[in-house]
């Protein structure tokens, strides 16, 4: 598993299959994958492979045995300097991560709670995972505290509970989530780490660019995202919903991009600067624009702008199938977060 470093930098290994006897939620949209050209269907499974100097998340499912391997040989690791360790690049990540959402939360007309070691989020839409959850953000705070303070939050709007819980810190509250009978997701999500090194070359011929700075901006930048998760069963007012408010993604502090295929939007990505750290936000690309190297050019867009700003590191949370994208890169994995949910209480 990617580890805690006790030095504050970036390690990585194999993440063995780590049940803790959690139950196992199936069918979620956010662990599905898009069908097609030799990819999996349903990511049932994850293991380590290597290409080249990175290490590369690979889907395997219980289907024919080429997938795994087509994957693998589609995202060749191509960058060609070694990774450099980010000292603190956990934390930093970490609290980059806990700041983004609850920033974005805000922005969208949501709500956050911020006390005692613990940050609740629940986005404007009900979706119980990605957009709402609950961190742990002071040591101090202890299991029993944190379940408490989340589920009166999301009991309050009648929400069930959601947990984000960082894995090789947090087993105390994984362990006590689940005696409580959370459901535990499948797959941790990588977090992931880039030193301070540009993203050059990765421009595709045609696609242009552009900073949003009007409603319009947003109103394709929400059509982009909701096409390119469809694949996933997200609710399809998710992103509607979202970006009802221009000011969601128009600041000062944040950046987004769409890139446009002449007068059509094919790809999307957000920069957010905190911590003095580039946050990798919602690359998207819609499954008909796939495979032309556009999830790679949105996501140096951010990491080259987000140095241009002063940052010292970038980092984002990786799906499954943006993991070896991003590997490829030079990003490397420095942690995962467990997601933990519980249905509401009825009344």
Not at 34 to 39: F, K, Y
Not at 127 to 134: C, E, K, N, T, Y
């Amino acid at each position: 598993m990617s580890d805690l470093n006790p030095g504050g930098g970036v390690r990585t290994g194999v993440r063995p299959d780590r049940t803790r006897g959690v139950p196992v939620l199936h069918g979620l949209g956010v662990h599905r994958a898009p069908r097609g050209d030799g990819l999996v269907e349903d990511v049932v499974g994850m293991r380590e492979g290597d290409v080249g100097a990175h290490p590369v998340a690979v889907a395997i499912r219980s289907g024919p045995a080429q997938s795994a391997a087509a994957l693998v040989g589609r995202y060749p690791a191509v960058h060609p300097d070694p990774v450099t360790e980010v000292p603190n690049g956990l934390e930093l990540a970490f609290l980059s991560n806990v700041e983004y959402f609850r920033e974005l939360t805000r922005r969208s007309g949501g709500t956050v709670l911020d006390q005692d070691g613990v940050t609740c989020f629940a986005s404007p839409h009900p979706m119980p995972f990605l957009v709402s959850g609950a961190f742990r953000t002071d040591q101090a705070a202890s299991a029993a505290d944190v379940l408490d303070r989340a589920e009166d939050f999301f009991g309050a709007l009648g929400r069930g509970v959601a947990l984000n819980a960082l894995e090789g810190r947090d087993e105390d509250l994984i362990s006590a989530a689940v005696a409580a009978g959370y459901t535990a997701s499948e797959h941790p999500t990588p977090i992931q780490v880039l030193d301070r090194r540009r993203l050059d070359g990765y421009e595709v011929p045609g696609v242009d660019f552009r900073t949003v700075t009007d409603e319009i901006g947003v109103a394709d930048y929400a059509a982009v995202c909701a096409d390119a998760h469809v694949p996933y069963d997200f609710p399809e007012d998710l992103f509607p919903t979202l970006f009802a408010r221009p000011a969601t993604i128009l600041a000062p502090h944040l950046h987004a991009f769409v890139g446009y295929d002449g007068a059509d939007p094919v790809a999307v990505a957000t920069l957010f600067l905190t911590h003095g750290v580039a946050y990798v936000g919602w690359v998207a690309v819609p499954p008909g624009n796939q495979r032309r190297g556009l999830g790679s050019a949105a996501t140096a867009m951010v990491v080259n702008r987000g140095y241009e700003l002063g940052a010292s590191c970038s980092t984002l949370l990786a799906s499954p199938m943006g993991a070896p994208v991003y590997h490829r890169l030079g990003f490397v994995d420095t942690g995962a977060l467990l997601d933990l949910s519980k249905p509401p209480t009825k009344s």
